[in-house]
T-cell receptor
Framework: EPEVTQTPSHQVTQMGQEVILRCVPI?????FYWYRQILGQKVEFLVS????????KSEIFDDQFSVERPDGSNFTLKIRSTKLEDSAMYFC???????????FGPGTRLTVL | AQSVTQLDSQVPVFEEAPVELRCNYS??????LFWYVQYPNQGLQLLLK??????LVKGINGFEAEFNKSQTSFHLRKPSVHISDTAEYFC?????????????FGTGTQLKVEL
């Protein structure tokens, strides 16, 4: 069964460093999402992406964040200068057009020291 | 804007007992409703969803949920739980109009099934 994959599973970085979190959505999906979950808190929407552009973003998704689909398979989330409060589990999701279910990846745990 | 409330952060239950995980939502527009499950070290997996039609929806692993519009609730139930049901359960909503396709999640309920 096709699934969303994410790499790495765990990323440790120093405050101020740039990180890139990678996702490979399901191949025929056209809508892509990033969510995050700070430890002990709810899963929060960050951004949605369709047709090579951001379709919606939350207030969390400030200028430090960017997304890209560099080729036909990868979908990346970049944090330019990480802060301690960026430590969280980051989930990628994808969805096929005309269907309501978003399929989630296993997540990347980001730890900022 | 929508919000989701899951009042129970943890629910301990004995194996083969019934369980109900509560979810209430708030929205100024009509919504779709979802329950996701997260097993340890895994991603979120869809359990079931309510889009329209019958208010009682059945999902995978013997779970079901009932949409109650007047009470703005979408409680998840299972008549007899198994050890393997131990996981975190998230209720989520998505607006039918505007708001794109983003999901708004509750804080989750940790279901712990004991022998």
């Amino acid at each position: 069964e096709p699934e969303v994959t994410q790499t790495p599973s765990h990323q440790v970085t120093q405050m101020g460093q740039e990180v890139i979190l990678r996702c490979v959505p399901i191949s025929n999906h056209l809508y892509f999402y990033w969510y995050r979950q700070i430890l002990g808190q709810k899963v929060e929407f960050l951004v949605s992406f369709y047709n090579n552009e951001i379709s919606e973003k939350s207030e969390i998704f400030d200028d430090q964040f960017s997304v890209e689909r560099p080729d036909g398979s990868n979908f990346t989330l970049k944090i330019r200068s990480t802060k301690l409060e960026d430590s969280a589990m980051y989930f990628c999701a994808s969805k096929v057009q005309g269907y309501n279910e978003q399929f989630f990846g296993p997540g990347t745990r980001l730890t900022v020291l | 804007a929508q919000s989701v409330t899951q009042l129970d952060s943890q629910v301990p239950v004995f194996e083969e007992a019934p369980v109900e995980l509560r979810c209430n939502y708030s929205s100024s527009v009509s919504v779709y409703l979802f329950w996701y499950v997260q097993y340890p070290n895994q991603g979120l997996q869809l359990l079931l969803k309510y889009l329209s039609g019958s208010t009682l929806v059945k999902g995978i692993n013997g779970f079901e949920a009932e949409f109650n519009k007047s009470q703005t609730s979408f409680h998840l139930r299972k008549p007899s739980v198994h050890i393997s049901d131990t996981a975190e359960y998230f209720c989520a909503v998505r607006s039918l109009t505007g708001g794109g396709n983003k999901l708004t999640f509750g804080t989750g309920t940790q279901l712990k099934v004991e022998l």
